[in-house]
């Protein structure tokens, strides 16, 4: 085999392996980005939960509280079970809300990590695509040429993805005000 036949054959085996592992692993990167969601779906749901419990908590405690408007005198543990309400269920409630937030900004995150990795897996295609092209028996020129238009390709979608991606994440959907994150 000659020089220039060897190169191009290394060339097209490079190109092409770096497209196949790399789109394998950013696959695998996908379906945990995926599963993270979910993951953080039930999270939610158990968020959910425990607003209800702090909801059946503050109902349990109807009884002592219509007491106490009626007039009435509840017992010394009635009252120390009060006291504790109030600094419990705002501890819960503002816990609640930061969590909320959290997932708000982490969906964000997940959201344009999964544009990243369809953007890189795309990317990696690139390279497959011009590495397809090459014949083990291109000379130089044409080695360089195709090297040239896959260096320009993969210039351009890496600008597309920049410009499509935003930097900061910030909380939506809350009325408890505004958080940016990096």
């Given at each position: 085999?000659?020089?220039?036949?060897?190169?191009g054959s290394h060339v097209k085996r490079?190109?092409?392996g770096v497209s196949d592992h790399g789109k394998k692993h950013l696959t695998e990167v996908?379906?945990?980005l995926i599963q993270t969601?979910?993951?953080l779906e039930e999270a939610i749901e158990k968020l959910s939960f425990n607003f209800m419990a702090i909801h059946e908590a503050v109902s349990a405690q109807q009884d002592t509280i219509g007491l106490l408007l009626a007039g009435g005198t509840p017992a010394p543990e009635d009252k120390a079970k009060l006291e504790a309400l109030h600094a419990q269920v705002g501890g819960y409630v503002n816990a609640a809300i930061t969590s909320m937030q959290f997932q708000d900004m982490t969906s964000q995150l997940l959201d344009r990590t999964l544009k990243r990795v369809t953007g890189l897996r795309e990317f990696l295609g690139t390279l497959g695509a011009h590495g397809a092209e090459m014949l083990p028996e291109s000379?130089?020129?044409e080695i360089v040429d195709l090297l040239g238009k896959v260096s320009m390709a993969l210039a351009i979608q890496s600008l597309?993805?920049?410009s499509v991606l935003r930097k900061a994440v910030s909380q939506k959907?809350?009325?408890s005000g505004d958080i940016e994150l990096f």
């Open positions: 085999m000659t020089r220039k036949k060897i190169l490079l190109l092409s996908e379906t945990d969601g979910l993951l000379d130089n020129e597309e993805l920049r959907h809350l009325e």
